[in-house]
């Protein structure tokens, strides 16, 4: 099966009401400093964790989906890949959050404009750009 089929099934298969489970555990988690782990968050929203490790557990892949749709619709749930876990997010955090992903998307601009260069220019060319290929 395909991957994104897979993704399809899982979100298919949510249960109704992880959203806003997901909304009554973080309003107890406002402030980095009261961020929930992951997989607490995983056991507090299910009742359970899947032994799986987290990139294939069905209900880890659930939740972190249900709170990107949150997150699309305006509500601060926020992460950081330092520390991880959620949280409900300050006005300062959200603040300094936007920067952050508004600094990583423009750095990944530079990137695909930079690949998007190596269409123009023949094999050749690229060979001498890259020394070492």
């Known amino acids: 099966?395909?991957?994104?089929?897979?993704?399809?099934?899982?979100?298919?298969?949510?249960?109704?009401?992880?959203?806003?489970?997901?909304?009554?555990?973080?309003?107890?988690?406002?402030?980095s400093e009261n961020r929930i782990k992951r997989r607490d968050l995983v056991f507090a929203v299910f009742g359970r964790v899947d032994q799986k490790p987290a990139q294939t557990s069905t209900l880890d892949r659930q939740v972190r989906s249900a709170i990107a749709r949150?997150?699309?619709?305006?509500?601060?749930?926020?992460s950081d890949s330092g520390q991880g876990g959620y949280w409900l997010g300050t006005k300062a955090e959200?603040?300094?959050?936007?920067?952050?992903?508004?600094?990583?998307?423009?750095?990944?601009a530079r990137k695909i404009n930079g690949i998007k260069k190596l269409w123009k220019i023949s094999p050749n060319d690229l060979q001498a750009r890259l020394p070492g290929v």
Do not use: S
């Open 1 to 31: 099966m395909a991957t994104n089929n897979v993704y399809r099934t899982i979100l298919l298969t949510m249960p109704p009401g992880v959203e806003q489970r997901i909304m009554e555990i973080l309003i107890r988690h406002v402030g």
């Open 70 to 78: 949150m997150q699309e619709r305006g509500i601060p749930i926020l």
């Open 94 to 108: 959200c603040v300094n959050f936007i920067k952050e992903q508004q600094d990583r998307q423009a750095a990944l």
